[in-house]
């Protein structure tokens, strides 16, 4: 067992590499390293008053024992270089090489998190952007030997650093070294915490476990001779021993099963080591047929190991005086697995020669797999259900999101592709409506550029700000910041409608007066309301927004207005003046179309297929050779070239009945629940429609959806375009000219 508590020399280092190291290069590399970080730190104390080279020597010792790469030891020599001494990059590559440069500046980055101890959430979060950072698993395992010497030597910090660091490394790297396998690191590392977070708890477990160990060791002792003699009598070479629970495991115990110390202390382990598979199914054997063994308590992780690569048999045996022992029985190598996780899987075999790809692929590898873990709870192996779970999941966290944080150390977690935008509005939505601009790693950047993992964001905002710009939409990934900006900007429409309301009244209000008309008779309540019906507006207000959005002229009105109110008479000047200003459009003729012809009223006139003119579009009439006058969108290029034929013409004022067919052609990615999408908005925007036709395209990922909608007017049919092409995944809505 290493003795934790003396510091560890340079030839501590080499002793425990030579047990599995004697190649020339890798040994000079390690002395090398050693003698860099030596010279570097070398005016440099810790807290203690010990000089620093004493941390990383022991970071280096803890990684031999682990039997690490000469690579990840001469890394972890070095971790603390770059971030703590003035060493120039260039040369540090020129000596040691890219590899370790890459591997000490990834632990340098970790180190540069500032986690802000904040709602318990953020634990999860700080997990996931460790682990995104790190990118290479030598550099979690460096990360969290360096935080296992540090909490060794705790105590040298101010208590408030105490708690802070301890709760940091309870929630962020015990979980991590779980995960990893690592369990001899994991529990040194909750006991350590423990110690820190709750004293009193501690001391009272550890002093109780003291209190009862006499006994229990004595009860284990006769249990181990008992089980001994039995293999012995069956020539089976194995290692017994009886195992003690780390504190914080019995702690946690208590806390979350609510047990008394006792029941826990109740179960005695012993754990069988031996040196084949099926060795471990014949003690097994052995130990049922001589034992009572508790039924349900059996596991087998041979067969099924952990996720966590961890493999052993489980079972729990009644013995004769009644004493329930948990057995634990594995290989050699399941033990070491066990014990050092991912670490002895990667264990340093000096004669295998494995090359530089096949160990990336490797690391990658380990790395997918490392990253299920960072999302998975609970201590046994996954169903089919929660792999499929975690598969999407795995997905959503670390293909579709990246973690970035504010400069206060808050982990904000954000879809792959997002910008500051999505940030700022994640952080509150204020924020978002009065961002002006964007600091990115502390440089200024341009508000649509894509963030990256690990990057600390700040926004600048102002009260001046015009608010959000619509081309924003256009940038942002979150569905939240896309939500937060519409919604700015149908408040910003209502108010400007509401404004509009007041402008039309206003409008009418002034026409009225210009005629000698006074307002308040005519724009009395009953009267209005009386034209608003004969308009078909649902309200007076949709009638005032129709003045203001010039759809209805207050001529209209007011002629309404003046004949029916039978009851008054007008006076004769009212009439002339009423006359005068209604006499152009008297002598316009009004067609089925809803088009008129200045100066012809005895020709057809219908509206043109090719283009679908609605009111609104700014139009042209084209003589036809007896079919009348066609009436086209200016903008149609079917009449560009024949300027002889075409004739002015006008929509009519009062079109509110009218509906108008037009032809409208989507272009969008393909994906479920599209066309249903669609059909949702046209409804919503109560437009009717006459046909839809939707196919996915050649190239299988691209859609074509065509569209007859029935609509009112042209300001209709853009709200209508407006919205579709908010539809997630459309990317263009036009309408069509045949
Ligand atoms: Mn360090």
């Known amino acids: 067992?290493?003795?934790?508590?003396?510091?560890?020399?340079?030839?501590?280092?080499?002793?425990?590499?030579?047990?599995?190291?004697?190649?020339?290069?890798?040994?000079?590399?390690?002395?090398?390293?050693?003698?860099?970080?030596?010279?570097?730190?070398?005016?440099?104390?810790?807290?203690?008053?010990?000089?620093?080279?004493?941390?990383?020597?022991?970071?280096?010792?803890?990684?031999?024992?682990?039997?690490?790469?000469?690579?990840?030891?001469?890394?972890?020599?070095?971790?603390?270089?770059?971030?703590?001494?003035?060493?120039?990059?260039?040369?540090?590559?020129?000596?040691?090489?890219?590899?370790?440069?890459?591997?000490?500046?990834?632990?340098?980055?970790?180190?540069?998190?500032?986690?802000k101890d904040e709602k318990e959430y953020q634990a999860e979060n700080h997990r996931k952007i460790f682990i995104a950072m790190a990118k290479d698993v030598r550099v979690i395992?460096?990360?969290?030997?360096?935080?296992?010497?540090?909490?060794?030597?705790?105590?040298?910090?101010?208590?408030?650093?105490?708690?802070?660091?301890?709760?940091?490394?309870?929630?962020?790297?015990?979980?991590?070294?779980?995960?990893?396998?690592?369990?001899?690191?994991?529990?040194?590392?909750?006991?350590?915490s423990f110690m820190y977070l709750n004293r009193e708890k501690y001391y009272e477990i550890a002093h109780l476990v003291q209190q009862r160990k006499a006994e229990r060791d004595s009860q284990v002792k006769e249990m181990i001779n008992e089980i001994s003699v039995l293999l012995n009598e069956h020539h089976i070479k194995f290692r017994i021993f009886g195992r003690s629970k780390h504190l914080y495991s019995i702690y946690k115990k208590m806390v979350n099963k609510g047990k008394?110390?006792?029941?826990?202390?109740?179960?005695?382990?012993?754990?069988i080591v031996c040196d084949s598979v099926p060795a471990c199914y014949e003690i097994l054997g052995y130990i049922h047929a001589t034992y009572r063994p508790i039924p349900g308590r059996f596991k087998d992780y041979i067969a099924m190991p952990k996720v966590n690569m961890y493999q052993s048999l489980h079972t729990t045996i009644v013995a004769d005086e009644g004493h329930i022992f948990e057995v634990q029985i594995r290989t050699e190598e399941m033990d070491e697995i066990a014990e050092q996780g991912i670490a002895a899987h990667w264990a340093y075999k000096e004669n295998i020669h494995i090359s530089q790809e096949k160990q990336q692929k490797e690391i990658e590898e380990r790395l997918t797999w490392l990253k299920e873990f960072s999302i998975m709870t609970g201590e046994d192996g996954v169903s089919d259900d929660a792999k499929e779970y975690m598969n999407l999941l795995q997905k959503d966290i670390f293909e579709a999101n990246v973690?970035?944080?504010?400069?206060?150390?808050?982990?904000?977690?954000?879809?792959?592709?997002?910008?500051?935008?999505?940030?700022a509005y994640r952080i509150h939505t204020e924020v978002g409506h009065k961002m002006v601009g964007a600091t990115v790693n502390g440089g200024i950047v341009p508000l649509n550029t894509v963030l990256k993992t690990g990057d600390v964001v700040s926004i600048r905002t102002s009260n001046q700000s015009p608010?959000?710009?619509?081309?924003?939409?256009?940038?942002?990934?979150?569905?939240?910041?896309?939500?937060?900006?519409?919604?700015?900007?149908?408040?910003?429409?209502?108010?400007?409608?509401?404004?509009?309301?007041?402008?039309?009244?206003?409008?009418?209000?002034?026409?009225?007066?210009?005629?000698?008309?006074?307002?308040?008779?005519?724009?009395?309540?009953?009267?209005?309301?009386?034209?608003?019906?004969?308009?078909?507006?649902?309200?007076?207000?949709?009638?005032?927004?129709?003045?203001?959005?010039?759809?209805?002229?207050?001529?209209?009105?007011?002629?309404?207005?003046?004949?029916?109110?039978?009851?008054?008479?007008?006076?004769?000047?009212?009439?002339?003046?009423?006359?005068?200003?209604?006499?152009?459009?008297?002598?316009?003729?009004?067609?089925?179309?809803?088009?008129?012809?200045?100066?012809?009223?005895?020709?057809?006139?219908?509206?043109?297929?090719?283009?679908?003119?609605?009111?609104?579009?700014?139009?042209?009439?084209?003589i036809t050779k007896g079919q009348g006058v066609k009436v086209h969108r200016k903008d149609c290029p079917n009449?560009?070239?024949?300027?002889?034929?075409?004739?002015?013409?006008?929509?009519?004022?009062n079109l509110e009945n009218r509906e108008y067919e037009v032809k409208l052609l989507i272009k969008s990615a393909d994906r479920s629940f599209l066309l249903s999408d669609i059909v949702t908005v046209v409804s919503q925007n109560k437009v009717g429609l006459s046909h839809v036709d939707s196919k996915v395209n050649d190239d299988k990922v691209t859609a074509t959806t065509k569209l007859n909608v029935i609509v009112k007017n042209a300001e209709h049919l853009r709200t209508l375009i407006a919205n579709l092409r908010k539809i997630n995944s459309v990317n263009s809505v036009e309408r069509v000219i045949q």
């Open 639 to 653: 009449i560009m070239h024949e300027k002889s034929r075409l004739i002015e013409v006008h929509w009519d004022e």
């Open 260 to 271: 008394r110390f006792e029941e826990i202390l109740d179960l005695l382990a012993i754990r």
């Open 141 to 192: 395992l460096i990360k969290l030997v360096d935080r296992l010497h540090n909490m060794r030597t705790l105590n040298f910090m101010p208590e408030e650093k105490q708690q802070r660091i301890a709760a940091e490394t309870l929630e962020v790297y015990a979980p991590i070294a779980h995960r990893l396998g690592i369990s001899e690191i994991k529990n040194e590392l909750e006991d350590l």
């Open 467 to 622: 608010g959000p710009s619509e081309d924003w939409l256009k940038i942002v990934k979150s569905t939240h910041a896309r939500n937060k900006i519409r919604s700015f900007f149908q408040k910003q429409e209502s108010e400007k409608k509401s404004a509009d309301i007041e402008k039309g009244k206003e409008m009418l209000n002034e026409e009225l007066k210009k005629r000698n008309l006074d307002p308040s008779e005519y724009m009395e309540k009953n009267r209005i309301s009386n034209v608003v019906g004969q308009l078909t507006y649902p309200t007076a207000n949709d009638m005032y927004y129709a003045i203001a959005s010039k759809s209805l002229s207050c001529a209209t009105v007011i002629e309404k207005l003046m004949n029916h109110t039978p009851a008054k008479s007008l006076g004769n000047d009212d009439l002339v003046k009423m006359f005068n200003r209604q006499e152009n459009s008297r002598k316009r003729h009004t067609s089925k179309a809803g088009v008129s012809v200045s100066g012809i009223d005895t020709m057809k006139v219908s509206l043109a297929a090719c283009c679908n003119p609605v009111p609104g579009d700014d139009i042209v009439g084209y």
């Open 403 to 423: 973690y970035v944080m504010s400069p206060k150390g808050r982990v904000i977690a954000l879809p792959n592709g997002s910008t500051p935008i999505d940030f």
């Open 1 to 115: 067992m290493e003795d934790k508590k003396t510091n560890k020399t340079f030839d501590d280092i080499m002793t425990e590499v030579k047990k599995y190291m004697v190649r020339e290069e890798n040994l000079q590399l390690i002395t090398k390293a050693y003698e860099y970080a030596n010279e570097k730190h070398k005016n440099q104390f810790r807290k203690s008053g010990e000089p620093y080279v004493v941390h990383v020597l022991n970071v280096g010792y803890i990684l031999a024992t682990l039997r690490s790469q000469p690579q990840t030891i001469a890394a972890g020599l070095l971790h603390d270089v770059i971030e703590d001494c003035d060493v120039d990059v260039e040369e540090f590559k020129q000596l040691f090489g890219e590899e370790i440069l890459t591997l000490v500046e990834g632990v340098t980055k970790i180190g540069n998190i500032k986690f």
